[in-house]
């Protein structure tokens, strides 16, 4: 690993960070995981660390070429649920990371933010994209505020200090290892376990998703000298509505209830999020389909729960 160019990377034992270590790993990086949990892969460098802590965050960027800054209060209901750990975290956080690696005089700061910061631009507006002003007159969820506050530092970072920065807008991801409580997570395990799934609002809302192994190349492309200074949508190409999500679900786990409930408060808006410029800039695209992509996501919970496809049929035959 000593000839290969070192990249850190906050949040590197969560769901997405693990998967944007194999990209890392698989395109000759080597890797240094700022983590309190320890990584999953073995090829890492891991140095347990809290971003809270200035001092010990700044020693492990030291001689990198750049930080990927992943780690964050990302679950909006814990978000709402503990809106100062969340400012304290997702704000002070990333005001850490560009403060420890502007000391140690380290490489760029890639910041992973989301496409639920168009939530803070003119409602009105049914398509966006990386231009798009966002707008304080705006009833917001404060997880947003957080990110948008996030994108604002590296960009002050940069006209401050010189420091430059890549923001990755995600879409919704989705994809094996992700967190329990994400829609499609917990459609999987309901289903799995026979319960009834239960869809906020009517289930007609619709979302971009995009698999996680497809936002993970993006980050290795992040990297590229055209992408310094830059934002993009990392977002997946075709509308999916929550509805679909059971439905797909259904057909691959088997017989399943669905039920509707009502809306959750500060939801994102529908609006169509334009990826283009990561396409043109990057030369990214998705490449797994929403449906590829729940099959893959179906075969691991599998293998996870330790079942096989006639232990399915099986349940579909009354064995539930």
Known sequence: MTNQPLVAITGGSGFIGSHVID????????????????????????V???????????EAVRGTEATFHLAAMADVNDVFARPADSVALNIQGTANVLEATRIAEAGKVVLASTVWVYAASDPELADVDEDTQFDPNTDRHLYVTTKVAAEMMCRDYRHLYG??????????????????????????????RGETIRIDGDGRQQRFFVFVKDLARAHVLALEPQAENETFNIEGSVPISIRQIAETVQQLVGNTVVEF???????????????????????????????????ITFEWYLQRLGLTRDDQLADEDGGR
């Open 163 to 192: 420091r430059p920065y890549t923001v990755l807008r995600y879409g919704i991801p989705f994809g094996p290892r992700m967190r329990d409580n994400i829609v499609s997570a917990a459609f999987f395990l309901r289903a799995l």
């Open 48 to 58: 347990p660390t809290d971003i809270m802590d200035l001092a010990g965050l700044t």
């Open 261 to 295: 409930g009502p809306s959750r408060p500060g939801d994102l808006a529908a609006r169509v999020v334009h990826a283009e410029k990561a396409r043109d800039v990057l030369g990214w695209e998705p490449e797994v389909s929403f449906e590829e992509g729940m099959k």
């Open 23 to 46: 990209a890392l790993r698989d395109a000759g990086y080597a890797v240094r995981v700022l983590d309190p949990r320890e990584p999953l892969r073995k090829d890492v460098d891991w």
